[in-house]
């Protein structure tokens, strides 16, 4: 049974669920939380990127010191991979940089090339990530448009499913080891086919015997924080964060994509509204016809 919320001592120590927001980097989901709910002492037990959502761990009090036992256990995600395209982060934060024919592929073909990438497997972490090279992290870098050698690591890879095949989608189900980077994969993937592939929607589910299904929201996070002592006034103004806020993400391709989407929509909402509006031809109950504009 699920916890209540209210149930929490979070200044003694709790392991506290969260399904993160698209576009959120895990310090913003920290810190949110921490500000809620006035936590001294709060830490995540593993980074979700800003393009992914689902269970982030945060821990407080006397569990912070089982950050890195949270953070050893196997993790889960289900996602997309689009074929035919790459993009130098291996996701939606950087636009298209090459196009490839992937319409020949076979189902066969496909579901054949997750077989190299599961087992213990060596896998280059992406430029756009926060590994350090040199004292700095990678993705500063990459925004800088500099580029860095990344050099590559041991992960294991224990589950490599195709959940979907809708070309040019890709749907997968892992299940792999701490420091797996998901759009490696996708990159990876994509490489094997001869297409290329990036990432288009990452969730984490599962980190050991935590599940997503079992993670609170910010809104109910937010619920609880607790009133103002009387006399005490906000040091500066709040700042509502926007849904798909781009700042310090890097995500002004994100962005960009989302402002075009709604755009369409709107433009199929306005077309269809003036197909509704328009009146009908055809003889009128008295037999005559109507006159047209001119």
Not at 167 to 183: A, N, Q
Not at 194 to 209: D, K, N, S, W
Request: hydrophobic share 40%; proline share 6%; net charge neutral.
């Amino acid at each position: 049974m699920k916890k209540s919320l209210a149930d929490f001592d979070f200044e003694a120590g709790e392991v506290l669920l969260l399904d993160k927001p698209l576009t959120w980097t895990s310090f913003d989901v920290v810190r949110k939380v921490k500000n809620a709910l006035r936590i001294k002492k709060i830490g995540h037990a593993g980074t979700l990127d800003p393009l992914a959502t689902g269970l982030l761990i945060l821990c407080t009090g006397k569990k912070t010191k089982e950050i890195d036992l949270i953070q050893a256990q196997e993790k889960e995600y289900t996602g997309t991979f689009r074929l035919g395209e790459t993009t130098p982060s291996f996701d939606l934060e950087t636009a298209v940089d090459m196009a490839r024919p992937y319409a020949h592929l076979t189902e066969e073909q496909i579901r054949a090339a997750t077989a190299p990438f599961t087992g213990t497997i060596e896998q280059t972490p992406p430029l756009f990530s926060a590994v350090k090279v040199d004292g700095q992290r990678a993705y500063t870098i990459a925004r800088q448009g500099g580029a860095a050698e990344i050099k590559s690591k041991t992960v294991e890879i224990k589950v490599f499913e195709l959940t979907r095949i809708a070309l040019p989608e890709v749907d997968f189900r892992v299940v792999c080891s701490k420091g797996t980077y998901i759009r490696s994969l996708a990159r990876d993937f994509g490489l094997a086919l001869g297409c290329g592939a990036h990432l288009t929607r990452l969730v984490r589910t599962r980190i050991g015997e935590y599940r997503n299904e079992d993670a609170f929201t910010l809104e109910a996070i937010e619920a609880l924080r607790p009133p103002r002592p009387e006399g005490e006034g906000p040091t500066r103004p709040r700042r509502e964060r926007p849904a798909t806020a781009p700042n310090r993400a890097g995500l002004q391709y994100f962005a960009a994509l989302q402002a075009d989407a709604l755009a369409a929509k709107e433009h199929q909402a306005a077309e269809a509204a003036s197909l509704t509006d328009t009146p009908a031809s055809g003889p009128l109950s008295d037999g005559s016809v109507p006159s047209q504009p001119r």
